[in-house]
């Protein structure tokens, strides 16, 4: 018992030191990492290579696939980019793989692991900004370090055991492996599941990659090169046990994120099956590769056989199994994509009211299973924007309902009304989410953000009541009967047609850059409309005293709206130019 809860310790450290660090990397990183993740995505190739980038420096393949379908899920990513970035994910877990291969032998990782925290804690506590968090990357890197020493150390040598004449032990689990292997080629699936069991139970491919390695060197998967296939069959079970995760995040999302997901599980699984077939080649390939290496590597290996024995060589191969495995995967599916992204939407149809529609409603996922850390901030950055798209079509539809009083409208207003009512869940999804994301340690940069992020979305939703309000006013005079007179008329379609340009500034900039410049654009626009609707309250309040009261206040109640609206997306530009 004990010895389990001492290797459930090593492993929590480990985790623990992953996500501090991981934490940190953001940090550093900052909007350039949102934004590469963002803008780089622009074909396969750079996809692949951002998927690469980001999964190598959170040290979670499960983190960057649940972004890519929350990305998609608003509409940030498409699906063909989306598989690009997937594919890099795959090719980022091998990073965990040969960091316990190169240093997990010759090396004492806690020797390492205690300098490294040392130099890490007092920038943590004495830096601020960027040293700050770059004492954070050390300390997690230490502890990561720290985490998989005593990892290795807390799992007990088998061979050892049996030197020391616990001979029962080595026996029991010896028979375990043989029985298996006795199988024939049902030993490799068996394996493969075994492997899928461990990343749904850790949350973690690299965790659980790390968890494999250290098994098969302390010979509970077999001996020599048995251990190593035993091992590589474990890894294929792991490389589908992390699409769980990226499947869970998509319940309930968009059908684009469904297909993200599904796009995920497809492309591991086609490279399973057909590593599967050449299994045994491959894996002997893999195991006989140090016989090849350059002279130089093939000296640092052989210096780790003689510390850690042929333990060296098992982790060594499990990383060049598992490297090879991901580069000739993406090699060779790089180039069908798009066939991918044609299955995965036949796997999953669209819905009848959806089918062409852009996602606009942001899909809270949970968070409990993978930390995203900063990187959070991006998929509420494209919900405001969409939010504020979702403005400009509901003030589109307001013009069509006003500018057509001879057709019958109550469906569009019925639809209009839709709309509104999205719009106030997307406020209250935004919110919720962006005050879910404040409860993450994060910088001080990106908590102005999130605070001008609620502030925007609060101003956005205040624009939808507005235009809501405008077309209740226009279906009130149609309903009555009451008639503007053509100077009326031509004031207010001028109104409308500035808040129409103004609420396409916002949404060209609301997540980019605005200069002074363009600051004081808006501010011109707004007074603008302001002294445009001063001016035709002034005159409405003119003509009311000849007795058409009611035909005024229509047009008084028509002005103020539209100012109103002014005044929000002013607001939202001020924000905006703050926080940028």
Request: a negative charge; one cysteine or more.
């Amino acid at each position: 018992m004990l010895t389990i809860l001492t290797i459930l310790g090593a492993l929590g450290i480990f985790l623990y030191g992953m996500k501090v660090m991981s934490e940190g990397i953001q940090k550093v990183a900052g909007n350039g990492m949102r934004t590469a993740l963002a803008t780089m995505t622009k074909n396969r190739f750079s996809a692949m290579l951002t998927g690469l980038f980001t999964t190598g420096l959170v040290q979670s393949s499960s983190a960057t696939t649940v972004l890519v379908v929350s990305f998609v899920n608003v509409g940030l990513l498409t699906l063909v980019e989306s598989i690009g970035v997937i594919m890099g994910a795959n090719l980022g877990t091998t990073v965990t793989a040969w960091i316990v291969a190169i240093v997990g032998g010759k090396v004492s990782l806690a020797s390492w692991a205690l300098p490294i925290i040392g130099c890490g804690l007092p920038l943590f506590f004495a830096g601020k900004g960027k040293w700050k968090s770059i004492g954070e990357v050390l300390i997690g890197f230490g502890l990561l370090f720290f985490g998989l020493g005593e990892l290795k150390h807390a799992v007990p040598d088998l061979k050892a055991a049996a030197k020391a004449g616990d001979v029962e032990t080595m026996e029991t689990f010896r028979s375990i492996i043989l029985w298996i292997q006795d199988t024939g080629m049902l030993s490799t699936v068996l394996f493969m599941l075994a492997g899928v069991l461990l990343t749904l139970i850790v949350q973690s491919s690299s965790a659980a990659m790390a968890i494999t390695i250290v098994l098969a060197v302390g010979g509970y998967l077999g001996e020599s090169q048995d251990a190593f296939k035993n091992s590589a069959a474990i890894v294929l079970g792991e490389n589908i046990g992390t699409t769980v995760t990226a499947w869970l995040a998509s319940i309930g999302a968009s059908v684009a994120a469904k297909r993200a997901a599904r796009a995920h599980l497809l492309f591991n699984v086609i490279g399973v099956v057909w590593m599967l077939v050449i299994f045994e080649h491959f894996t002997n390939f893999a195991w006989n590769l140090t016989d090849v290496l350059p002279e130089n590597l093939k000296d640092i290996i052989e210096s780790k056989y003689k510390t850690a024995g042929e333990g060296s060589k098992i982790a060594f191969s499990t990383a060049v199994f598992h490297t090879l495995f991901n580069l000739i995967n993406i090699g060779v599916l790089i180039w069908f994509v798009p066939q991918i992204a044609n299955i995965v939407k036949k796997m999953v149809k669209d819905k009848d009211d959806d089918s062409n529609s852009e996602p606009v409603r942001i899909k809270y996922i949970s968070q409990s299973l993978v930390d995203l850390g900063e990187l959070n901030i991006v998929e509420a950055e494209q919900a405001v924007s969409n939010l504020s798209k979702h403005c400009t079509k509901m003030f589109a539809g307001y013009s069509e309902v006003f500018d057509h009083p001879e057709i019958d409208m109550s469906e569009q207003v019925k639809s209009l009304k839709a709309m509104e009512d999205e719009a106030d869940l997307m406020m209250h999804d935004i919110t919720e989410y962006l005050v879910r994301c404040t409860s993450k340690e994060v910088s001080p940069h990106l908590s102005e953000r999130i605070t001008g992020l609620l502030r925007m979305t609060a101003e956005l939703e205040e624009c939808s009541d507005a235009i809501y309000r405008l077309i209740k006013i226009a279906e009130r005079r149609y309903n009555k009967g009451r008639q503007f007179s053509e100077e009326q008329l031509l004031t207010i379609r001028e109104l409308a047609s500035l808040i129409s340009g103004f609420l396409t500034f916002c949404e060209e900039r609301i997540l980019g850059q605005i200069s002074p410049a363009e600051t004081q654009k808006a501010e011109d626009i707004r007074e603008k409309i302001k002294s445009l609707t001063k001016s035709s309250n002034k005159s409405a309040m003119g003509r009311m005293a000849e007795g058409n009261v009611k035909v005024e206040m229509l047009n008084i109640d028509t002005n103020n709206q539209l100012n109103v609206i002014a005044n929000h997306l002013m607001h939202v530009v001020q924000t905006s130019a703050e926080v940028s």
